[in-house]
């Protein structure tokens, strides 16, 4: 079982920056699938990324590769989001997603409590 809390939504303007932060109880979140979902007013829920364990890589949806860089970070047992160049098609409600279980990304079995992202033109 794995907990996980966000951080670092906000306001920003079109072309802006945010970083979004992942904090997990446990450092076993390494060992686990990690994604970002968005929801968007209006829209289904979309991954937009994920970071896969033991050295596997990344994955980008098309509509923000490019822009978006999912890491590791520095701070411990947390996974973040950079996001630069917002556009207000990035706002939303933005969710840490964990993969514990064998089993795709896109499929989490634990969800964080989501942080919001407003971008304004």
């Known amino acids: 079982q794995v907990q996980l809390v966000e951080s670092g939504g906000g306001s920003v303007q079109t072309g802006g920056s945010l970083r979004l932060s992942c904090a997990a109880s446990s450092p076993r979140y390494r060992a686990y699938c990690m994604s970002w979902f968005r929801q968007s007013p209006g829209k289904e829920r979309e991954r937009v990324a994920s970071f896969y364990p033991a050295g596997r890589g990344t994955w980008y949806a098309d509509s923000v590769q490019g822009r978006f860089t999912i890491s590791q970070d520095s701070a411990p047992n947390t996974l973040s989001l950079q996001m630069d160049n917002l556009n207000v098609d990035d706002a939303g409600i933005y969710t840490c997603?964990?993969?514990?279980?064998?089993?795709?990304?896109?499929?989490?079995?634990?969800w964080g409590q989501g942080t919001q992202v407003t971008v304004s033109s």
């Open positions: 997603a964990a993969r514990t279980a064998i089993g795709g990304c896109g499929f989490p079995d634990y």
